[in-house]
């Protein structure tokens, strides 16, 4: 009699404990699931993955993935134009419509990556439910402009410069598997302030009319967003730090080691001053960040769960 009652109390127990796992995902679990994939779109010197295993968006996919989201990381030229590697972004894209059956994306692009989600928006609009971008240099960046003019100058400069990363570009693109063109010296003059600008002028969708003020929010029924990071030492045990602190002395303004506050504004600016410096934005490296403010995989969600209100 005894044992028959323990094992009532134990099966009782169990089907508490599943109805409530169940409730509290039903109200958890899918605030990131959006109506349209999330496509990820990597910055300068990108990749998806290394040797198939090392996520240049640390942690990301699979953050976003637990809380409901479909989500699609890319991979395009390493150094180039954002609308060479744009239109590798499209023929990804339409792949990823065609897998899902969906017929729009939501965007995420870092750093140069926000420049190629703005021109996949501008030429393929039909492709486009929203674009945002993280860390991107929209009004271009002190560190290029400076290297354009102190290392470009001399054809011998740009040779090496040209050399140096379109090696790197050419061994990061073959250990993640993909053999995208590179051209690094097109790709530097892009995130300078002029090569910035015309860019723009191209493709404005998004971009602040002011120095330092928000974008259009919407543009032909695209959302547009922005994030960034300010911070520039954030961990002590992560060795980019120590080239971000470098690179940080090159900028006039507040900058998150590569991208300044204001460059960084597309559309509807949501925060443009995180403790985060520019490998924080993506989780980097091995997931280093600064404790003691928002976790970057906690940004990702929340946006994720913002597209999904949005109905995106
Ligand atoms: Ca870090």
């Given at each position: 009699?005894?044992?028959?009652?323990?094992?009532?109390?134990?099966?009782?127990?169990?089907?508490?404990?599943?109805?409530?796992?169940?409730?509290?995902?039903?109200?958890?679990?899918?605030?990131?699931?959006?109506?349209?994939?999330?496509?990820?779109a990597?910055?300068?010197?990108?990749?998806?993955?290394?040797?198939?295993?090392?996520?240049?968006?640390?942690?990301?996919?699979?953050?976003?993935?637990?809380?409901?989201?479909?989500?699609?990381?890319?991979?395009v030229s390493?150094?180039n134009t954002s609308q060479e590697r744009g239109e590798q972004l499209i023929d990804?894209i339409?792949?990823?419509?065609?897998?899902?059956?969906?017929?729009?994306?939501?965007l995420?692009g870092?750093?140069h990556g926000g420049l190629d989600v703005r021109y996949v928006a501008a030429v393929r609009p039909?492709l486009v439910?929203?674009v945002?971008s993280?860390?991107s240099?929209h009004?271009?960046?002190?560190?290029?402009?400076?290297?354009?003019?102190?290392?470009?100058?001399?054809?011998?400069?740009?040779?090496?410069?040209?050399?140096?990363?379109?090696?790197?570009?050419?061994?990061?693109?073959?250990?993640?598997?993909?053999?995208?063109?590179?051209?690094?010296?097109?790709?530097?003059?892009q995130?300078?302030?002029?090569?910035a600008?015309a860019f723009a002028a191209s493709y404005p969708q998004g971009v602040?009319?002011?120095?330092?003020?928000?974008?259009?929010?919407?543009?032909?029924?695209i959302?547009?967003?922005?994030?960034?990071?300010?911070?520039?030492?954030?961990?002590?045990?992560?060795?980019?730090?120590?080239?971000?602190?470098?690179?940080?002395?090159?900028?006039?303004?507040?900058?998150?080691?590569?991208?300044?506050?204001?460059?960084?504004?597309l559309?509807?600016?949501?925060?443009?001053?995180?403790?985060?410096?520019?490998?924080?934005?993506?989780?980097?490296?091995?997931?280093?960040?600064?404790?003691?403010?928002?976790?970057?995989?906690?940004?990702?969600?929340?946006?994720?769960?913002?597209?999904?209100?949005?109905?995106?």
């Open positions: 009699m005894r044992t028959k009652w323990i094992g009532l109390v134990v099966a009782a127990l169990v089907l508490f404990n599943a109805s409530s796992a169940s409730a509290w995902c039903w109200w958890n679990c899918n605030t990131a699931k959006t109506q349209y994939p999330i496509v990820l990597h910055g300068m010197a990108g990749f998806d993955e290394l040797f198939g295993v090392y996520e240049y968006w640390f942690g990301i996919p699979g953050a976003l993935e637990d809380k409901g989201a479909t989500v699609f990381v890319t991979s390493q150094f990804q339409e792949t990823i419509t065609a897998i899902t059956g969906k017929s729009k994306v939501n995420i870092h750093s039909d439910a929203s945002t993280v860390g240099p009004k271009g960046a002190d560190l290029a402009d400076f290297l354009r003019d102190n290392v470009e100058g001399g054809s011998f400069g740009e040779a090496v410069l040209s050399a140096f990363a379109e090696t790197l570009g050419t061994v990061l693109g073959l250990i993640s598997g993909s053999d995208n063109p590179q051209d690094a010296v097109a790709a530097l003059d995130l300078s302030t002029p090569g600008a602040p009319a002011s120095s330092c003020g928000e974008g259009a929010a919407v543009v032909g029924g959302r547009y967003y922005s994030w960034s990071g300010t911070g520039v030492l954030t961990n002590a045990l992560d060795i980019g730090d120590f080239a971000l602190g470098l690179t940080s002395l090159f900028y006039s303004e507040s900058n998150d080691g590569l991208v300044g506050r204001c460059s960084s504004h559309g509807d600016v949501i925060r443009d001053n995180y403790f985060q410096n520019h490998l924080d934005e993506v989780n980097q490296v091995f997931g280093l960040v600064s404790i003691f403010t928002s976790n970057p995989k906690t940004l990702f969600k929340n946006h994720a769960n913002r597209l999904k209100n949005a109905g995106l």
